[in-house]
């Protein structure tokens, strides 16, 4: 079994409960027997190269190292309302499986990688479960939680 150590470089913008959903979803879209382990750490010197909210993950990627993040700039203002949108920060944590899985080999990371980002998109499409900034009155956990039902149940995310 593969063993990835993941650091976390929170930044303005992305408070806890955003982190705390995104890591959720990673691990629970990862096979739970027989697949590679992620072990996140959080990296306080980072908080100036993440950040922003929204719906468009990034990736700097180098020859032996990639830094995941959300594009959008922050949004100080609405950290610890538990409304920030937590999808770019989910879906940057859905590249950087697929990377890790195409780097490794390991097509386990790359398969829960499509499983976010499958999970993301029905989530969007059934509209039931939307944070304030795309029209809706979900908290960042509700959106979250929405992904992980998508993600266990294998549905296409309109039962919602």
Do not use: C
């Amino acid at each position: 079994m593969r063993t990835y150590r993941i650091v976390v470089l929170p930044g303005d913008g992305i408070g806890p409960e955003v982190m705390r959903e995104t890591l959720k979803v990673v691990k629970r879209a990862l096979p739970a027997s027989g697949g590679p382990r992620v072990d996140f750490s959080e990296h306080p010197l980072g908080a100036g190269l993440v950040g922003g909210l929204g719906l468009g993950p990034s990736a700097e990627i180098g020859e032996r190292f990639a830094l995941f993040q959300p594009s959008h700039g922050s949004a100080p203002q609405i950290t610890g309302l538990k409304m920030a949108n937590p999808l770019a920060m989910i879906l940057s944590a859905a590249m950087m499986l697929d990377w890790l899985g195409e780097g490794n080999g390991d097509d386990d990371a790359s398969m829960a990688g499509r499983r976010i980002e499958m999970a993301v998109a029905e989530t969007l499409r059934a509209g039931k479960v939307l944070t304030p900034d795309l029209g809706g009155k979900a908290t960042t956990a509700q959106m979250g939680n929405a992904i992980l039902k998508v993600i266990e149940s294998g549905s296409d995310g309109s039962d919602q």
